[in-house]
């Protein structure tokens, strides 16, 4: 049985990269993790100009840069 009769694609790629994730030194790990890292910002334009840009997801700060 293959994974197309259980799983869609985004839910296997998903299972794979977290098992690939696992199985990495946990100092290749963290930097992995941080590939996964998501922002979004969120900007509305009204002739031409656009307004503040806000975040809607905000970047993580780390806390020992």
Same mark, same amino acid.
Request: hydrophobic share 40%.
């Given at each position: 049985m293959s994974w197309r009769?259980?799983?869609t694609f985004n839910k296997?790629?998903?299972i794979a990269a977290r098992a690939t994730r696992?199985?990495?030194? $946990? $100092?290749?790990?963290?930097?992995a993790d941080k590939?996964?890292?998501?922002?979004?910002?969120?900007q509305t334009?009204? $002739?031409g100009k656009?307004?503040?840009? $806000?975040?809607?997801?905000p970047p993580v700060e780390e806390?020992?840069?």
């Open positions: 009769g259980t799983l296997y790629i998903s696992s199985a990495l030194k $946990e $100092e290749q790990r963290a930097i590939r996964g890292t998501v922002t979004l910002k969120w334009w009204k $002739e656009g307004t503040v840009a $806000e975040w809607v997801v806390a020992h840069k």
